[in-house]
């Protein structure tokens, strides 16, 4: 018999290998207690977290709790089915409502989980025959709704207007077009020129879909992400979101204003065939996005923290994945992957939560920690945040 | 086959820069096994072949391109589309 695990063993064994060291396994944390967005109890041990995306601290908002439990009380605890099915109550319609209303489009479908939204939309709309044109960065549920659908799928380079103009004008012209991309990639915390971008891909006459997961809720005028702040909300066809980064719950949506985006509710498959979100999760979903219109100084103060935590990073000598503060990511860049858990071991000594991320999630093999940044970080926080990385640069020897 | 080897020939030009470990190039080399290039490796010079032959290979395509002689088909293929 041909063990079918044999295909994992190189993994298996750099993962001992790096236990073998002497390291924390960084990929089997557990949070004993979470009291606040910001700190949780990690090995018996207060951790400030800096890692969980929860860029506006909306889960332990008073609003949105209060509107979960009501709706566990009056709904129950699951919905047992499909949306399509008896999975829609109340509370969906209003999610949706809420997010049409966010974005200003006709149309918005709420998902499961984030990751089934583009897996569901990309396989759907771009079919045989079909080009979806994608950045070499893409999130991995990008890639798997590329290779769920039949579509061909053209790479270019990261973030390059000219690569994509490139292939763009290769591509037969009355072919169907996708282009895919997002307006902050999530492992360097970089944002994408979405305008010159868009710009081509309209010349082109592609349609145009913005995951924008990693900058609602904080990004443009109204936090509507990339595309809004750099004025070309309109041009895009769709946009992918998620409820578990500002939103502060869970489940994905995609909102647009296409005439006939309705239909996608009976032939997108990771819509139809899964159990629609739990009535607490859209309440609070709901609850959270209508809070998150009106913003403005939790916005301001989370750009403060991003930026004085990416500048002090770099003062202390530490290699950053941008130039300066784009996002609410700070990537830290490590010497390599043994090197990067060992920093990531210390941080956790010193109650400090960063992700480590490793190939092959990240670009061009780099192991790196990643910082993700809260509205509800105080600048004493941020400051602590500061002296732990010191301590544990200088115990690890890498500044 | 002089069409067949002049495109060899020029394929095997733009594997030179990324052929680090100095391999010997021929028909069977494989690009992950023999010449141990990594997917931005490949990326780079999948870049580079489309830019010198004005063509698209897409993902799906090159998942079907192990070794050299495989790329040279399938560049004859797209050019003489």
């Not at chain 2, 190039?25 to 990326?43: I, Q, R």
Request: glycine share 10%; proline share 3%.
């Amino acid at each position: 018999m041909t063990d079918l695990f044999s295909k994992f063993d190189a993994l298996i064994a750099q993962r001992e290998g790096l236990l073998a060291t002497g390291v924390k396994d960084p990929f089997s944390l557990v949070m004993e207690e979470v009291k606040s967005p910001t700190v949780a109890v990690v090995n018996g041990k207060e951790t400030i977290l800096l890692g969980t995306y929860n860029y506006m601290g909306m889960t332990f908002d008073d609003d949105v709790i209060a509107a979960g439990k009501q709706a566990l009380d009056e709904f129950g605890a699951g919905t047992t089915g499909s949306r399509v099915l008896n999975g829609t109550f109340q509370g969906h319609k209003e999610c949706e409502d809420a997010l049409k209303e966010f974005y200003g489009m006709d149309h918005a479908m709420v998902f499961s989980t984030g990751y089934q939204a583009n897996l569901g939309i990309i396989s759907t709309i771009a079919g045989k025959g079909d080009y979806i044109i994608l950045d070499i960065d893409s999130h991995a549920s990008i890639y798997d709704g590329c290779k769920m659908g039949d579509a061909e799928i053209v790479a270019f380079r990261h973030n390059d207007v000219e690569a994509l103009e490139k292939r763009l004008k290769r591509l037969p012209a009355d072919a169907g077009k996708l282009v895919v991309l997002e307006g902050v990639y999530s492992m360097l915390g970089d944002v994408a020129p979405l305008k010159e971008m868009i710009r081509v891909s309209k010349e082109a006459g592609a349609m145009i879909l913005v995951d924008e997961a990693h900058s609602m809720g904080f990004i443009g005028e109204n936090g509507r992400g990339v595309a809004e702040e750099q004025g070309v909300l309109d041009d895009v066809d769709f946009v992918i979101g998620t409820f578990s980064k500002s939103v502060g719950t869970v489940g994905g949506f995609c909102v647009s204003n296409h005439p006939k985006f309705e239909i996608m509710r009976l032939v997108c498959r990771p819509y139809v065939f899964t159990a629609s979100l739990p009535p607490a999760v859209v309440a609070c979903s709901a609850a959270s996005i209508r809070k998150l219109m009106h913003n403005g100084n939790k916005r301001a103060h989370l750009w403060e923290n991003s930026r004085n935590l990416h500048k002090g990073l770099r003062d202390l000598g530490f290699k950053l994945g941008t130039p300066d503060a784009q996002s609410a990511i700070i990537a830290v860049i490590m010497p390599d992957l043994e090197k990067g858990a060992m920093m990531w071991a210390a941080l956790l000594e010193n109650g400090l939560y960063v992700n480590l991320a490793r190939p092959p999630a990240t670009p061009a093999g780099m192991t790196l920690l990643r910082c993700s940044l809260c509205a509800e970080h105080s600048s004493e926080q941020v400051a602590d945040i500061l002296s732990r990385f010191e301590r544990a640069g200088k115990a690890v020897g890498i500044i | 086959m002089t069409d067949r080897s002049e495109m060899f020939d020029r394929l095997k030009g733009l594997i030179e820069p990324f052929n680090k470990k100095g391999v010997e190039v021929g028909e069977t080399t494989t690009f992950a096994g023999d010449l141990e290039w990594d997917s931005l490796t490949v990326m780079d010079f999948v870049a580079e072949v489309e830019d010198s032959f004005d063509i698209i290979i897409s993902m799906n395509l090159q998942a079907e391109i192990e070794n050299v002689g495989q790329l040279v088909d399938a560049v004859t293929k797209l050019t003489a589309a």
